[in-house]
């Protein structure tokens, strides 16, 4: 029955190209989550849902969600439409145009039994803090944090921000699991597998975990004339020395599919003739295998150790954060998959994300389930991200034949 | 006849210490160039030069010169009371009381015929520009480089500084090389070879060389998450690579007194989860032998030439800038030997000084000697910089016999 389910290229595109001009940078977007632009989009967003003849609700956190408050099986279809800084007009935006787009579909339908609602979840980009409106919508997000929390280009206090916008006193909607079959997530991959392999669609098996490590090295500042080499405790080259060392175990221990990176070294004072007292090294570990970071941990711990003992510097481990890889729901997985095989016939894999996502979110608290369509050059967070008409739409009709075969039944 | 030049070992410390309260900070002194406390410092000096008999005169550029305008054989003896930021109360302070100390023991004798004019040079730690009183008393500080020049820490334009420190308009005297037998500064080591070797002087054979170079990697930024290490330009990881590379050569290769530091290494964007496309690192080397320097910066070329062409990134090199190093002249250093022998018999030892001095920019137009204290625990640029007082009465009593022997001719 999935065949009924017929979305509109041209409304689609058209959406998705409308949306961009709300905080249009370039090729790009600059759509920082509650800005004036931001609300304004949001806003657009709303209008659009009532066309597909949903109930928009806007929360206290700035989420929307588009309810059919009379449906008897309905999906949660989203992702987020803000956007980080003079970024792309893709990303999040994508999902949530998808998620309209089937909605109106289903509303050209007339099914008043079933319903997808779209959702366009606030700050997935962490301008104040990760996933703030998903994990709001979950009850993982306290009024403790939100006090807290603050914008981290302008420094804004979270609360400040919330009543610029107009969202100060309103509640913040939670989701009830028991009132959907499931969440389902489109988004560009952001890498540039499916681009570099000819592929056109990519069903996310799980998301990975990261652990963000900061290592410290702490020496002696001391005079870089006069101080000779063999009485040093120079931290920036016991820094080197140790991540050299890092760089070189883990490319022999990582699997396939990790990543790792060194985001930030800074060195105090930072001073070409004084001996740097202090080095701090941000690390990051991506991989959808838990053992696999468990794997590189250890090794991580054990390099620690021996490089603390052999140096005249005292080196520190400390996980900054971490967040565990989480598998997509199998029943769903299948469903994208099958869909996207009939949408683009021996273009689709199944593949980890390598990045965060909404929908790792809602899956603590109901099945979930993601499709990728391809950045072409695996460029994102850029204005120049982008993705071909033709596989937009492909995105888009593999994602509405999923939603028919879970709304209908029909998993042939 | 160097025996009759007694100084005075109670009035010498009593001067440090007093020069030691302008400006005092913790155990040290906080006097930059032309601040408030550095001029009112200036002010004291040229109080004490007139005891000693001598004409003061502050120049345009905040240099102080203690003249003997009748003397017919003069010694140039000095350093710099200026100080880094919140650092030592001896480092430049030390060589220019002992100037003093020495001037007055000779007004104390009573010839007319001899002088040690003292010295006292403007910013030789280069808040506004390296060794520039000394290079303007040698002719090699245009009105251009003033016009330029700012305060590294407040960012104030040395124009400015000088106005307000009431050095608008005055003339910046030029040194008639003629007139003097010679420069001799004494100094504090700064290094902890004579204090780790229980030496009570050291007689400087030569100034370092520094060669400073900025190595830059072009790569790709990227997001970390979805960028396969293998498609990866990761301007970060070349640096370590690169810079690992670096030490382990250098190591094999460098002369037993060469020191080489990397200063400051910066990653841009410098953020956790984006891959960094920029990587600066300011890498300085040193030593008091050309050929060192020289074999050093070829190995530097090949090894940024070969991790260049391996390399996914750009790899660049430049030299920031350059010292040669400078040898102190021999007639002085014997001077300088004999004198510290008698003062200290057996503990005495000829050693390159590792830091920049304005004596080497005096040896470009007179002969040049300098002498060493030990710095206890080998700490400078620090309010924990200390030399304990016999070391200090020793190193002024050798300085002024060096002094007696080259005015009165005794080279025994």
Redesign the interface.
């Known amino acids: 029955m999935q065949t009924k389910l017929e979305i509109d290229p041209d409304r689609l595109l058209s959406n998705l190209r409308c949306l961009a001009t709300f905080g249009a940078h370039l090729t790009g977007v600059h759509r920082p989550t509650f800005s004036p632009q931001d609300m304004a989009a949001r806003a657009w967003l709303m209008d659009r849902m009532r066309e597909a003849r949903l109930e928009p609700e806007l929360d206290g956190i700035g989420n929307i969600l588009g309810r059919a408050p009379h449906a008897r099986r309905r999906l949660l279809v989203g992702s987020h439409s803000d956007s980080q800084n003079h970024a792309g007009w893709l990303d999040g935006a994508l999902g949530v145009v998808f998620a309209l787009e089937i909605a109106l579909a289903i509303a050209k339908l007339g099914d008043p039994d079933v319903a997808v609602e779209p959702v366009d979840w606030a700050d997935e980009e962490a301008h104040f803090a990760s996933f703030l409106g998903s994990r709001s919508a979950i009850g993982e997000l306290s009024e403790a944090e939100i006090d807290q929390s603050r914008c981290a280009t302008t420094g804004t206090p979270l609360r400040q921000a919330l009543a610029s916008a107009g969202l100060e006193g309103r509640p913040r909607f939670r989701i009830d699991p028991s009132c959907y079959l499931g969440y389902l997530e489109a988004h560009i991959?952001?890498?540039?597998?499916l681009d570099a392999h000819d592929l056109s669609l990519g069903v996310v098996s799980s998301i990975?975990g990261?652990v963000?490590y900061r290592l410290s090295f702490r020496g002696q500042?001391?005079?870089?004339?006069?101080?000779?080499?063999a009485?040093r405790k120079?931290a920036?080259?016991a820094a080197?020395?140790l991540?050299?060392r890092i760089?070189e175990r883990f490319?022999a221990i990582?699997a396939e599919?990790?990543?790792?990176?060194?985001?930030?070294?800074?060195?105090e004072p930072?001073?070409?003739?004084?001996?740097?007292d202090l080095a701090e090294v941000?690390l990051?570990v991506?991989d959808a295998d838990d053992a696999v970071l468990a794997r590189l941990d250890s090794a991580l711990r054990d390099m620690v150790a021996e490089a603390g003992a052999a140096s005249r510097c005292e080196i520190g481990l400390q996980v900054e954060s971490r967040t565990n890889p989480q598998s997509m729901d199998a029943r769903l997985q299948k469903a994208l998959e099958l869909s996207a095989e009939q949408a683009s016939p021996g273009r689709v894999m199944r593949m980890p994300?390598?990045?965060?996502h909404d929908a790792q979110i809602l899956a603590q608290v109901m099945p979930a389930g993601m499709l990728f369509v391809p950045?072409i050059g695996?460029?994102?967070?850029?204005w120049d991200e982008n993705t071909r008409d033709e596989d937009i739409v492909l995105g888009c009709q593999a994602l509405a034949g999923a939603c028919a075969r879970l709304l209908w039944g029909d998993m042939r």
């Open positions: 991959e952001q890498g540039d597998y990975v990261i963000q500042r001391n005079h870089a004339g006069t101080t000779r080499m009485i120079d920036g080259a080197v020395a991540l050299h760089h490319r990582a599919r990790t990543v790792w990176t060194v985001g930030s070294i800074r060195l930072g001073q070409v003739s004084i001996i740097p941000m990051q991506r994300s390598g990045a965060g950045s695996g460029i994102s967070h850029h």
